[in-house]
């Protein structure tokens, strides 16, 4: 039973990033909604949005560059696969957005260690930005 919960984790957090990646608001929602149903921590939620905020920058200033697909594999030691999804998500945010989005969920983590402040809707709230109101490129 813990392997299936472990890869039905694994599943969702990768497809709550895609959503998101891709602007689906109501799918990325749903998804984070299952996820703190099962449990999950906010925490862990950030850490793994963090890292892939973090890729999609990272990816779209060196294809920005020139950089092919190859040449940012070697720089950055991803996955080919992750790459080319990478390219594709950030290709509908700014670098400006990148950067927000990693500087609000530092702001999130920061508020939940600090206040009683509630992860379900911190995160929530930073989906909606994300997906519906910060939709300048």
């Known amino acids: 039973v813990e392997t299936i919960v472990t890869k039905t984790v694994e599943a969702n957090i990768f497809a709550l990033s895609d959503s998101i990646g891709n602007r689906k ?8 909604r299952d996820m703190f149903y099962i449990g999950e921590s906010p925490f862990k939620l950030i850490g793994f949005l963090n890292r892939h905020f973090r890729n999609l920058l990272l ?3 060196y294809a920005g560059m020139g950089y092919q697909e190859a040449e940012i594999k070697e720089k950055t030691k ?6 080319k999804k990478s390219i594709r998500q ?7 957005q990148l950067i927000q989005a990693l500087e609000q969920l530092l702001l999130i983590e920061t508020a939940l260690k600090s206040t009683s402040a509630n992860g379900e809707e911190l995160l929530e709230q930073f989906v909606i930005e994300l997906c519906y109101m910060n939709t300048q490129r």
């Open 78 to 83: 991803l996955h080919p696969f992750v790459i």
């Open 90 to 96: 950030a290709g509908q945010f700014s670098t400006a």
């Open 25 to 32: 608001g109501s799918e990325a929602l749903q998804i984070l």
């Open 59 to 61: 990816v779209k200033d």
